[in-house]
């Protein structure tokens, strides 16, 4: 029940505080979902989705950084495979 | 997809299981506190990769499986009444209470909706006002602003039809009643990503010291649970216990402030009993009293009934990880999916159903413990 789903924010729809939506676009599919708890999320920021609400917005560094330092154990042909930022041609 | 895809990569998670295997001296028993957490780890089979070097101890985190039987019996009274709808999340409605689940109650003609959103509830409400509307709020933080944001909403619609059954569950205080708990052998503890998401990990601070015990914030896919385990078995070998934020995508030391503010208005903390576990010292939120007229313990009273609980279901001991769900047994047999004595093996969450899942088939011996 804690899940959540990453997507892309395409529009936003409302602004107010507490029925603030945008739509949102999961792997292809678009859903209106509640922002109200994201308000710092721009046009083609990621988002985590829990139960229709935005809890996060994702940070694109933050996300790298897990790829990056994995190279620090050694090994490390194949630890810099595509972190979020290479995953995906973004526009 | 984009921060999926890549958190599922074969080859760094194989190299990632590499790197526990040879960081590793000794086994160590990790608990995952989530559910959600649980399903991923068996059904990517990390528990057996890392079988004899790190044991994972499954938590007690499955909302559904810990709310309390007299709030699902309470629920179903409501549903069966004329002119109330009772909604909630798909897998709160497959759980059994003391008669049956919320489905059960459906089949027989009352009125059961499966929402996606607490907010779909509010919406229903406002397009019947005719009709009482109730949602059966269950989960942890979570889930909680997104069942307080409904709230908020139906206040500023004005609605009077719209109320809550309010089942929130709190994590941590979950995790100090297993710490506390005599016999307890959790080396260290893979916390919930998405709860810190909302709540944040400066509150782990404290538990670490008192408990030195590692607590590693740690998402859902497979390079983010072995990425967690790494950096619990690595604070292990250098007897350290630290708070780690391996999902820092998502979850910042503070968490999500203005979730927390909307939580904030709507609920306060409470004591809570939690199926199979008993009753854990402000182990719930309440709705505060100034929304009061959304409780609808309040709005509708309660008939008192007389709980029925399995008593061939061990799903306390599965919950406080004390067994695995193969120990049970009436686990496959008398308890499966579609026959369930408790509520982990109906959940999708669940111990019992990822086992019933994943493991059941698996060769004598790999069952990861």
């Known amino acids: 029940m804690c899940l959540g789903i990453p997507g892309r924010v395409i ?81 | 997809m984009k921060y999926l895809d890549e958190y599922r990569d074969p080859v760094v998670a194989s190299r990632l299981v590499r790197a526990i295997l040879q960081r590793a001296t000794r086994p160590w028993k990790i608990m995952e506190v989530c559910g959600g957490q649980t399903h991923n780890l068996l059904r990517h089979g990390i528990d057996t990769e890392l079988a004899g070097v ?16 007299e709030a699902i019996d ?24 003391s008669r ?15 929402v996606y959103s607490p907010v779909d509830a509010v919406e229903l409400a406002r397009r019947d006002p005719n009709r009482q509307v109730v949602f059966f709020a ?7 602003p997104a069942t307080a944001l409904a709230v908020l909403q139906a206040a500023r619609l004005g609605l009077d ?33 998405h709860v810190c998401t909302v709540i944040g990990y400066e509150s782990y601070e404290e538990f670490v010291a008192r408990y030195h015990v590692p607590v590693v914030v740690t998402g859902f896919e497979p390079v983010d649970l072995l990425s967690g385990i790494l950096a619990c078995v690595e604070q292990l070998e250098a007897d350290e216990a630290r708070v780690e934020n391996c999902y820092g995508r998502s979850a910042r030391p503070a968490g999500n402030t203005v979730a927390g503010e909307v939580v ?28 009061a007229r959304f409780d609808a313990a309040s709005r509708f009273g309660g008939l008192p009934m007389e709980v029925i609980e399995s008593d061939e279901c061990h799903s306390g001991e ?27 093996m109906v959940s999708s969450e669940g111990a019992c159903a990822a086992y019933f899942r994943y493991a059941l088939h698996r060769p004598v011996g790999a069952t990861g413990s």
Not at chain 2, 74 to 97: H, I, K, T, Y
Not at chain 2, 325 to 344: M, V
């Open chain 2, 264 to 291: 904030r208005q709507v609920y306060e903390i409470c004591d809570r009993p939690w199926r199979g576990l008993g009753t854990i010292i402000a182990g719930g939120l309440r709705l505060k009293p100034q929304w």
């Open chain 2, 318 to 344: 599965v919950l406080a990880g004390r067994i695995k769900p193969s120990g049970c047994p009436s686990f496959g047999t008398r308890c499966t999916p579609e026959q369930p004595l408790g509520a982990p």
């Open chain 2, 54 to 69: 790190v044991e994972l101890i499954h938590g007690p985190g499955c909302p559904v499986c810990v709310t309390a039987i």
């Open chain 2, 161 to 193: 039809n719209f109320s809550l059954i309010v089942a929130h569950v709190r994590v941590q205080p979950a995790m100090e009643a297993i710490m506390s708990s005599p016999g307890c052998n959790v080396n260290a503890f893979l916390a919930a990503g």
């Open chain 2, 138 to 144: 269950v989960g942890f933080e979570t889930t909680a």
């Open chain 1, 11 to 91: 529009r936003w729809i409302d602004r107010d505080p507490t029925f603030a939506t945008a739509e949102i676009e999961f792997d292809g599919l678009r859903r209106v979902c509640h922002l109200a708890c994201a308000t710092d999320a721009n046009v083609g920021d990621f988002v985590i989705v829990h139960a229709g609400v935005a809890i996060s917005r994702l940070d694109p560094q933050a996300a790298q950084r897990v790829f990056d330092e994995l190279a620090r154990l050694g090994d490390d042909e194949g630890w810099h495979v595509p972190g979020p930022e290479r995953a995906e041609h973004e526009p």
């Open chain 2, 74 to 97: 309470f629920a179903q009274q409501l549903a069966a009444q004329p002119d109330v709808l009772v909604a909630s999340f798909g897998d709160m409605l497959r759980v059994p209470g």
């Open chain 2, 100 to 114: 049956g689940s919320l489905l059960d109650v459906r089949a027989a003609g009352g009125n059961v909706r499966t």
